[in-house]
């Protein structure tokens, strides 16, 4: 289930916004003390929906100003009211909390624990002594200061579910968002979801819509098989949009998240039993090699792996990065005996690189600052180097940009010159957002043929896909995804 805490700050708009979040919501949260002069009987009027009534203190992440008798005076009132739920600390006062725990009415009591600061090594003995205790569902609710601590949270949940016990398990904080997907699915009673940004009532939470529209939570689901990407950022990438829509588009109860990774060697050994494949961006992509049961040729000779997949022999690591190039490429231009220039020196020219030239190019790479990595690269790929100062004067075929010149925010600039762009030429720019580019402009006009990045990452997109599922990718809806998604729609 999906909870929408209401967050006020004044009662018309608590009123508004459980309006608004009935719409995406299977149970609304009234956060009372953020709420300026709530009027309960008012509240729990607004909404069919079932709904839990929570007073927090500041020691445990709320606003509560008044005194604790005060604060479980209101919680007993919601109980009176035979609100569905109420949320009681256990950090409350034992002579107030035990009345509350022992209440015999309609209402069901979630009793529960909050750390702020980490998530403890081992969280067994907090539930067990939760368990104890007379509540109907146990909340335990901790901060990840790693990608790993959600697993902690993950064997909680496997356990309550075995021992028929309701848990809410979750953990806050930016590496804490995992849980915040993957809990309802394992077995947690509920995930809170904010109504809009700005709204979160915790560290790290997601946006309610999210959850239900793109990755499904509230979805009955049975056997579905987890994949992700792993990087450090992976706050902008678009690997959760796209490939959750295609699993919806096959009918799949497959899931496609976020790993924020520090450690990939810790994070692989500890997590490799719960996912069956990943997407691989910076500064993941060389460090998971050694990881790998195999490594396929192509990505062996690029010295990166962007894919992983869970194979009968072991685990297997691919690099769809040069294939998706090379796709979009043949689609324009037979590669070989062609004249290319390669701007950039990077990892994916290094992908595209060994694609164009065993497909039979004549390759020529460019470096602007760092020579040193350029001619490092022209050694590896046994091509010509260049500056990007001294090719005007050279007739190319193909044109291939994969440095991050042009994208987004700073679409006014390009990587080349629009006096060295020729008729005829072939013009791919790596760069997918915005899909028509400064450079890829200035190529139309001066009578080339041009490639869009967004060609390159449907394509890579795709070829993953089908390493996981086995099936033909809906490319048609991933690219309509990716489309609204860079459009802003």
């Given at each position: 289930?999906?909870?929408?805490?209401i967050?006020g700050?004044?009662?018309?708009?608590a009123l508004l916004?459980?309006?608004?979040a009935e719409?995406?919501?299977?149970?609304i949260?009234?956060r009372?003390d953020l709420i300026?002069?709530?009027?309960?009987?008012?509240?729990?009027?607004a909404?069919?929906l079932p709904t839990?009534?929570?007073n927090?203190?500041k020691?445990?992440g709320?606003?509560?100003?008044g005194?604790?008798?005060e604060r479980v005076k209101?919680?007993?009132?919601a109980?009176e009211?035979?609100?569905?739920?109420?949320?009681?600390?256990?950090?409350?006062p034992?002579?107030l909390?035990?009345p509350?725990?022992?209440?015999?009415s309609?209402?069901?009591?979630?009793?529960s624990?909050?750390?702020?600061?980490n998530?403890?090594?081992?969280?067994?003995?907090?539930?067990?002594?939760m368990?104890?205790?007379?509540?109907?569902i146990?909340?335990?609710?901790?901060?990840a200061q790693?990608?790993?601590d959600n697993?902690?949270?993950?064997n909680l949940?496997k356990?309550?579910?075995?021992e028929?016990?309701?848990?809410?398990?979750?953990?806050?904080?930016e590496?804490?968002?995992?849980?915040?997907?993957l809990s309802?699915l394992?077995g947690?009673f509920?995930?809170?979801?904010?109504?809009?940004?700005?709204?979160?009532?915790?560290?790290g939470?997601?946006l309610a819509?999210t959850?239900?529209n793109?990755?499904?939570?509230?979805?009955?689901?049975?056997?579905?098989k987890?994949?992700?990407?792993?990087?450090n950022?992976?706050?902008?990438?678009?690997?959760?949009l796209?490939?959750?829509?295609?699993f919806q588009?096959i009918?799949s109860?497959d899931?496609y998240v976020s790993?924020?990774?520090n450690?990939?060697e810790?994070f692989?050994?500890e997590?490799?039993?719960?996912f069956?494949?990943?997407s691989?961006?910076?500064p993941?992509?060389e460090?998971?090699?050694?990881?790998?049961?195999?490594?396929?040729?192509?990505a062996?000779?690029?010295g990166a792996v962007?894919?992983?997949?869970?194979?009968?022999n072991g685990?297997?690591?691919y690099?769809?990065?040069?294939?998706?190039?090379?796709?979009?490429?043949?689609?324009?231009?037979?590669l070989k005996d062609?004249n290319?220039?390669?701007?950039?020196?990077?990892?994916?020219?290094?992908?595209?690189?060994?694609?164009?030239?065993?497909?039979?190019a004549k390759?020529?790479i460019t470096?602007?600052?760092?020579?040193e990595r350029g001619?490092?690269?022209a050694?590896?790929?046994?091509c010509r180097?260049?500056?990007?100062?001294?090719?005007g004067?050279h007739?190319?075929?193909?044109?291939?940009n994969?440095?991050?010149?042009?994208m987004s925010?700073?679409t006014?600039k390009?990587p080349?010159?629009s006096?060295?762009l020729?008729?005829?030429m072939v013009?791919?720019?790596?760069?997918?957002?915005?899909?028509e580019?400064?450079?890829l402009?200035?190529a139309?006009?001066?009578?080339?043929t041009v490639i869009?990045g967004?060609?390159l990452?449907i394509?890579q997109a795709?070829?993953q896909f089908?390493?996981w599922t086995?099936q033909?990718?809906p490319?048609?809806?991933?690219?309509q995804v990716l489309m609204e998604k860079?459009?802003?729609?």
């Amino acid at each position: 289930m999906i909870c929408v805490p209401i967050v006020g700050p004044s009662m018309k708009k608590a009123l508004l916004d459980i309006s608004a979040a009935e719409k995406i919501a299977d149970m609304i949260e009234l956060r009372l003390d953020l709420i300026t002069r709530f009027e309960l009987p008012t509240l729990l009027q607004a909404t069919a929906l079932p709904t839990i009534v929570t007073n927090r203190t500041k020691t445990e992440g709320g606003q509560w100003k008044g005194s604790e008798e005060e604060r479980v005076k209101i919680l007993r009132q919601a109980i009176e009211a035979e609100a569905d739920y109420v949320d009681i600390e256990t950090s409350t006062p034992k002579e107030l909390l035990k009345p509350v725990l022992e209440n015999k009415s309609k209402t069901k009591i979630i009793l529960s624990y909050h750390n702020f600061s980490n998530t403890m090594e081992d969280l067994e003995p907090l539930y067990e002594i939760m368990c104890e205790l007379p509540g109907d569902i146990l909340k335990i609710v901790t901060y990840a200061q790693d990608i790993n601590d959600n697993l902690k949270i993950f064997n909680l949940l496997k356990r309550a579910k075995k021992e028929n016990r309701q848990l809410i398990g979750l953990c806050m904080g930016e590496y804490g968002e995992l849980s915040r997907v993957l809990s309802p699915l394992l077995g947690g009673f509920l995930t809170f979801g904010a109504l809009d940004s700005g709204k979160e009532s915790a560290p790290g939470q997601i946006l309610a819509s999210t959850l239900k529209n793109i990755y499904r939570v509230n979805r009955p689901r049975e056997n579905f098989k987890i994949y992700g990407v792993i990087g450090n950022p992976v706050s902008k990438s678009m690997g959760y949009l796209i490939h959750n829509r295609a699993f919806q588009e096959i009918g799949s109860p497959d899931i496609y998240v976020s790993f924020l990774v520090n450690n990939v060697e810790k994070f692989f050994n500890e997590f490799k039993d719960f996912f069956q494949g990943l997407s691989v961006t910076m500064p993941c992509k060389e460090n998971i090699m050694p990881l790998m049961d195999t490594v396929e040729a192509t990505a062996k000779k690029i010295g990166a792996v962007n894919t992983v997949v869970k194979e009968k022999n072991g685990w297997t690591g691919y690099n769809t990065d040069c294939t998706g190039a090379i796709e979009a490429l043949e689609t324009e231009v037979d590669l070989k005996d062609k004249n290319v220039l390669i701007i950039g020196s990077g990892g994916t020219a290094k992908a595209i690189g060994f694609g164009v030239t065993a497909k039979g190019a004549k390759l020529t790479i460019t470096y602007n600052r760092n020579k040193e990595r350029g001619e490092n690269l022209a050694q590896e790929l046994g091509c010509r180097l260049a500056s990007i100062q001294d090719i005007g004067d050279h007739d190319f075929d193909v044109l291939i940009n994969c440095s991050p010149v042009g994208m987004s925010p700073q679409t006014d600039k390009t990587p080349f010159a629009s006096r060295n762009l020729k008729p005829g030429m072939v013009v791919f720019d790596s760069v997918y957002n915005p899909p028509e580019t400064r450079l890829l402009k200035e190529a139309k006009a001066a009578g080339c043929t041009v490639i869009s990045g967004v060609e390159l990452f449907i394509n890579q997109a795709a070829k993953q896909f089908e390493m996981w599922t086995g099936q033909k990718a809906p490319t048609q809806a991933i690219r309509q995804v990716l489309m609204e998604k860079i459009e802003g729609k």
